[in-house]
């Protein structure tokens, strides 16, 4: 079995795809300042309105005193954990083994910031508070990132989040959250942001992932945190003169996608169900908690990407532009789930999946 | 004398303005785009067309053989600084008193990078080969900031500059240049940028001052040094998902105003020849080298802000939105030459500077 066109281009070709909100092109900021006055003042060094009302609007959401916004998370999430290294004198913080900052970042927080990272639980599953019970050494801050991105989107039982909350105030541990997708989880915990934030000291939030903006971040939490955050900020190099291309459209995508988490979740459980319906592709975890999820196979890339071509010209739907080997006879992709989904009809959805059962069935029993 | 209405607002009123490009409004990012194909692809994480093209681009004009952009030059500069230290395991740098890194960010290059700066010449004037020549400590790199924004926008002669490249690349010392207004020189040492950029083994330009762009910075040299750049900068959080707001502006208005650097100089010169006339006011430098200089007043801030509300309002044109005490009776500003001096007709011009004449000599002569 081959095919001479790359999976990319042939998910470029499709008339639908199963991820995402839409093309990642200059169409996303255009059309979120197409109705913007041209006449409204920039930001100026983070002052202005522009940027302070997106801060307290985004303060008010997730029930924190004060917000800052950021050009990036990796920089907004470094500087929360320096303050709280700061504030305690103890350059340790402990989080995930496949934490943002341990795997994507470049180890920027210890380059920078000389801060030195306990890596809590396996990689494969979630913390839970007997891992942070079991610590052998004090940390400043622990970070937890819900959901867990690297593992198909896992999260704790709330009760554990409530849990590792208590324990953490009473040891004065200061709780940071990873809150890149913090809009995605809150119909799977039946909880608000603010809710869920009420459990942290400061809390990060993507504009890019569930919202589908053009890049930026928001750090909150009490103000003399948010405050020194500003200074660090500027050191960092990201207190640019103007963020309102990001703002902007921050504002303007949270409007527009920011109530759509439970039809992003719905439309995640559903899709699961058809892909674990299939021999040998099977979904992590297995019934989804946000909009996200992993696909795993038990084929090899190469198999994967041809069937996966195939169902794409026969059917004009686009799984993923990629897969990534995990084994010589294993491989998987990552879905988000965005405003693309709901748009496909369910005829062309269920005869896609038909010929992805049919293939694998054929290539599994080989 | 006094007025009730601040200087900002008056400033605002007027129909014509000295300084500057434009208002700093949201209509500066969507000029840019009107033009742009909304279905052309963002960059993603430092790749992609839109990305690459304009940092070839850039390398071409600065004539080095790579270039990376940035979010900020804050960013870009500390980088830049970090790389020449790690290389010669020193981290010792030497700039000006008054250098960006040292006043305005923070002291980002020591609280993240723990290096640490040896100030070289007075503050008052620009650094000269002895400065360097009589240093008594080793360090890595230079950075020279051409101009020296803060006294004005001085240079050292061409010959000055030559010597000091000369007489680092003997030492091993590595020579950085601030080119935040690097366009703005070229007409006065009569040199293409690449020719000045040769001088110096790492330059970083900005696209918000002459270029007048949203933001943006470029940080250039050889491709192993910008290729460790892009690793810090993801330390750094300038990473991003997408900087292509930026990068479409920036190409945007470098296209529009590189080209008008000697009109803008020339437009200075003229002015500063009007403030000089009138009797308690000059420029520093006394003669521009640059679009850009200081005016100081030998009157107290009250003083000035009244004295200049009034011509705001009987001639509509505004000088600046703000001047800034320097002692009991003195103050200054700062004059950037942009697109608006020269749609000032020159009969409105000459009556605004004859009543700041007349209200000089009036108010010193008191």
Known sequence: MSTNIPLLEAFKQTKYQLVGHGNRNLQVLKEAFE?????????????????????SKMAAFLGKESAVFFPSGTM?????LRIWCDRKELKKVAYHPLCHLEIHEEDGIKELHNIEPILLADKNRVIELEDIVGMTEDVSCILLELPQREIGGQLPSYETLEAISVYCREKGIKLHLDGARLYEITPYYQKTAAEICSLFDSVYVSFYKGIGGVAGAILAGERDFTEESRVWKKRHGGDLISLYPYIVSADYYFNKRSQNMAEYYEGSKELATLFNECEGVSTLPLEPVSNMFHVHFQLSKETIESILVKIYEETGIGFTHYVRETGEESCYYEVSIGDRY????????????QKLSEKMKEEVSQ
Chains 1, 2 share one sequence.
């Open 35 to 55: 109705h913007m006055d041209g006449e409204q003042e920039s930001d100026m060094y983070g002052t202005g309105n522009l940027i302070e009302e997106f801060q």
């Open 76 to 80: 907004a999430q470094q500087i929360a």
């Open 342 to 353: 709901a748009t496909i009809p369910k005829e062309n959805l269920k005869i896609a999946f």
